[in-house]
């Protein structure tokens, strides 16, 4: 399969914990990246493999995987990261195909 | 600091081809280690990969798009390039080049450029 389904929308309550999840076939066999993206910007780089940040993200972000389902969460969510995120993974076809999530918008009331 | 910069036109005839280049600079594309990536995002939607290129010039492309799409690298000049032929209305997208790091089962798009919206129309 090369779908990754996110939900759209995510609201969480400053201060507070808020879990993204990404659900596709193909983190059976490969880890999820995860990206931030803000309007009109590109695409952050927040998480990748098993919970490794890039430098310079906050380490309220981590990461985890069971089974089909990659979860990012931000513990302790702050007004800034306010955006939509998106997971990516290689597919499992067998080939080099990337695909990316359909995106979950956090919303930080 | 790796950077990235797209450049090409940002308005193309339906039928032509579209055709993107992405300059590196603060790293080299042929050091390896790396592949090189093209994405877009079409308006108010999701990203979608379209391929991307070692250094030694093996290529990989989106199933969906393999016909049309053509990504080449010049180690010379550090660039490497996106030809998409036959271009419609639903090419329209801001187009983002980025580099891959890789490892075993991970995979991820650690420097990306700023983005270039191109825009389908006669």
């Known amino acids: 399969s090369s779908e990754l389904t996110q939900d759209p929308a995510v609201s969480v309550a400053l201060g507070q914990t808020v879990r993204i999840t990404c659900q596709g076939d193909s983190l059976r066999s490969f880890y999820a990246s995860w990206y931030q993206q803000k309007p009109g910007q590109a695409p952050v780089l927040v998480m990748y493999g098993k919970n490794n940040r890039p430098s310079g993200v906050p380490d309220r972000f981590s990461g985890s995987t069971s089974g089909d389902t990659a979860s990012l969460t931000i513990s302790g969510a702050q007004a800034e990261d306010e955006a939509d995120y998106f997971c990516s993974s290689r597919d499992n076809s067998g080939k080099h195909n990337h695909v990316f999530g359909t995106g979950s918008k956090v919303t930080v009331l | 600091q790796v950077q990235l910069q797209e450049s090409g036109p940002g308005l193309v005839k339906p039928s032509q081809t579209l055709s993107l280049t992405c300059t590196v600079s603060g790293g080299s594309i042929s050091s390896g280690g790396y592949y090189w990536s093209w994405i877009r995002q079409h308006p108010g939607k999701g990203l979608e990969w379209l391929g991307y290129?070692?250094?030694?010039?093996?290529?990989y492309y989106n199933p969906s798009l393999t016909s049309r799409v053509t990504i080449s690298v010049d180690t010379s000049e550090n660039q490497f390039s996106l030809q998409l032929n036959s271009v419609t209305a639903a090419d329209t997208a801001v187009y983002f080049c980025?580099?891959?790091?890789?490892?075993?089962?991970?995979?991820?798009?650690?420097?990306w450029g700023q983005g270039t919206l191109v825009t389908v129309s006669s």
């Open positions: 980025a580099r891959v790091g890789y490892l075993s089962s991970w995979y991820w798009f650690d420097y």
């Open positions: 290129i070692y250094y030694s010039g093996s290529t």
